[in-house]
């Protein structure tokens, strides 16, 4: 609970990964990937409920085991390719039927954030910040970025007036990690989501930043983790 308002978190996990089938569940320096984000967030100070969505019955034993709850089974219309995590989260929020003030969305493939990075977003709620979005530093400027033609050719691939800066003398910009995302539940439903005009960034570093959607980046956390 933080002040008096009650946080229902959720971890989404869904079965299929077509680009790291199973990633969820596979071992990860010792235990499921999944487990990694049950135990950070078992240690919250103001978690009132931590629970997972899935559609498999193999994370459902899997979260149960690491003590988070599993209370339904995702139905078939929120197990697809095309189900959104914004319909995942309001069906986890309608069965508990008005019980919360918040939710919290912790993604399994975060398994690097700490529980004084959920806690310290948690603290920076408050009567005009209604939402918190966890970001980190881009690995490198957008501004440096383009779309390419056809031909590949490289003219206005960078814009005239930086393309010989040094990338130091770039303006900072900042991206989403997928971390951590927690808002007021009205806030959430009358912005269809955690951004709104009374959203702030909680800024992390790049480490706890990893997100994990391929093998490179599972063996490259697998690394971070066991040289520790």
């Not at 003590?67 to 995590?85: I, Q």
């Not at 004084?116 to 530093?137: H, R």
């Not at 206005?156 to 303006?171: M, V, W």
Request: proline share 4%; net charge positive; with cysteine.
């Amino acid at each position: 609970m933080y002040n008096n308002k009650k946080i229902l978190a959720v971890i989404t996990a869904r079965a299929k990964s077509k680009r790291l089938p199973n990633k969820n569940i596979l071992d990860l320096a010792g235990k499921p990937l999944i487990a990694w984000t049950i135990d950070t967030a078992k240690k919250s100070k103001y978690i009132d409920k931590l629970i997972v969505s899935t559609d498999s019955e193999d994370i459902k034993k899997i979260s149960e085991k690491y003590g988070a709850e599993v209370p339904f089974l995702r139905p078939d219309e929120l197990s697809n390719d095309t189900a959104d995590s914004i319909s995942v989260i309001k069906h986890a929020i309608n069965f508990y039927q008005g019980q919360f003030n918040y939710i919290l969305l912790l993604q399994p493939t975060s398994p690097l954030r700490t529980v004084k990075d959920i806690d310290n977003a948690i603290e920076m709620l408050n009567d005009d910040t209604k939402a918190i979005v966890s970001v980190c530093k881009t690995e490198h400027s957008p501004l440096w970025s383009n779309t390419l033609p056809d031909n590949l050719s490289m003219k206005n691939f960078i814009r005239y007036e930086i393309k010989n800066k040094r990338s130091q003398d770039l303006p900072q910009y900042y991206r989403l990690n997928g971390a951590i995302y927690i808002a007021e539940i009205d806030y959430f439903y009358k912005n269809n989501g955690f951004i709104g005009s009374n959203t702030k960034a909680y800024i992390m570093n790049q480490k706890s930043s990893i997100d994990i959607d391929t093998e490179l980046d599972f063996k490259l956390c697998e690394i971070l983790i066991t040289r520790k």
